[in-house]
């Protein structure tokens, strides 16, 4: 169930059965010659998508822009300052939580935007410790390709060249999605290293990727990398749910 293609009556009695929520969250930023500016918040929707198909799982729409400021070099690239962030999930969580969700889970795409939602739920928690009074609801953050099985299915399916930044698998997970793009690109392999601001890291990367070789990423790949991510999200959301 899709919160934006709901009407609130369907959420209010969505909530006499469960009080959780899954949130994607993710990044606008560019993945290089051949990866989507969108691909860090598609995927977790993709998969987050899939796996209400199949579970009474209600899915929010996705926080679309994170932490890119390093990607800034590259034409597209939105990003939001930490401090923003930490400000806007604040206000998403206190909705949701304002209509009775009690467990709200994220469902990440994106590695920098890691330590700023732990930041955001410091924030949320420190709001309700300080005014002496409980925040009425749990939250977790959960890396899409942390999901059981979906770090191995990934090894499998490219044990070289994956990389840390347009990555082949989250490349491949949009292509079962979105219309795959073609560009010659050099090297095969792109380089690693530290990541600091935008001008350093188009420098030291010059098209975008990190450690990847995306040419390897099939639609195919991805559907089975989905099927996998939605039906173990399934099993962890749950246990958090419950
Ligand atoms: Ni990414």
């Known amino acids: 169930m899709l919160l934006q293609h709901s009407t609130w009556q369907e959420i209010d009695a969505f909530l006499k059965r469960s009080k959780a929520i899954v949130i994607p ?4 930023e560019q993945h290089g010659p051949t990866g989507l500016l969108g691909t860090d918040y598609l995927c977790p929707e993709l998969i987050a998508h899939e796996a209400q198909k199949s579970a009474d799982l209600l899915v929010a729409p996705p926080f679309l ?4 400021q390093h990607h800034l070099g590259f034409a597209g690239t939105i990003s939001l300052r930490p401090s923003t962030m930490v400000a806007s999930i ?15 889970y994220f469902l990440n795409g994106h590695g920098g935007n890691v330590a700023t939602i732990n930041a ?6 420190a709001s309700a410790s300080f005014a002496a009074r409980s925040s009425g609801f749990a939250l977790m953050q959960r890396n899409w390709w942390e999901l059981a099985g979906v ?37 095969k392999i792109a380089p690693t ?3 600091y601001d935008a001008i350093d890291f188009r420098r030291r990367y010059p098209d975008g990727r990190m450690g ?21 999200l399934v099993k962890d959301f749950a246990a958090f749910a419950g």
């Open 90 to 104: 604040f206000d998403w969580v206190h909705s949701l939580a304002r209509h009775g969700f009690e467990r709200i």
């Open 212 to 232: 990847s070789d995306p040419a390897q990423a099939t639609p195919e790949k991805g559907r089975a990398l989905i099927e996998l991510a939605a039906a173990s």
């Open 25 to 28: 969250i993710g990044s606008t």
């Open 193 to 195: 290293g530290p990541i």
């Open 65 to 68: 822009v994170g932490m890119a």
């Open 120 to 125: 955001a739920f410091s924030e949320i928690y």
């Open 151 to 187: 770090r191995e299915l990934a090894e499998a399916q490219f044990p070289v060249g994956h990389g840390t930044h347009a990555t082949a698998s989250e490349v491949a997970v949009t292509q079962a999605a979105y219309p795959i793009k073609h560009a010659s690109y050099e090297p």
